[in-house]
């Protein structure tokens, strides 16, 4: 434990407050791990995210489990951001709503446990500005470089034009 006890001093100190996981990294115990470290920090001072694959789930009942599932692990009472996870083609988006992920972050976030429902997404900047006029994220985590920049640019502006983080 005292390890856990210095990375959070560590971090806080060095002024990092966001703390990205999700259940499939590190074979599984990701959110066991970042969730002893959070859970001994104030919870007023850091954001923390996790996400799931739409086409990890077959029904809204399954998917709003998950989602408990994480706050258990994770130490706390809500979720800052939660990711529709991996969107690397539109029928991906389409899959959140067909298998009952969608609603169930609606039912999570009406019931307080989740403050945001975001996607990460892999696709191209016009595929993305789809997802953000489509007026359900409220953020959009996407990969950005002096590389591909141009390819994504779109999606960049869709999120500044709809106000989207």
Wanted: proline share 2%.
């Amino acid at each position: 434990m005292k390890s856990f006890d210095y990375l959070k001093k560590y971090a806080l100190d060095k002024g990092i407050n966001y703390f990205d996981t999700a259940p499939g990294y590190c074979g599984d115990q990701s959110e066991d791990i970042v969730g002893i470290a959070l859970k001994q920090m104030k919870r007023d001072s850091f954001y923390v995210s996790t996400k799931k694959m739409p086409g990890h789930g077959k029904s809204k009942q399954e998917h709003f489990d998950f989602v408990k599932r994480s706050l258990e692990r994770l130490n706390v009472d809500y979720i800052d951001f939660f990711h529709i996870w991996c969107l690397r083609e539109p029928s991906h988006y389409d899959e959140a709503f067909s298998s009952g992920q969608y609603d169930a972050l609606l039912m999570a976030k009406e019931q307080g446990l989740i403050k945001n429902i975001v996607c990460s997404s892999h696709q191209s900047g016009s595929q993305i500005k789809d997802i953000v006029e489509d007026g359900k994220v409220e953020g959009v985590l996407m990969g950005i470089n002096i590389l591909n920049f141009p390819y994504r640019w779109d999606g960049v502006e869709a999120c500044v034009n709809n106000n989207v983080g």
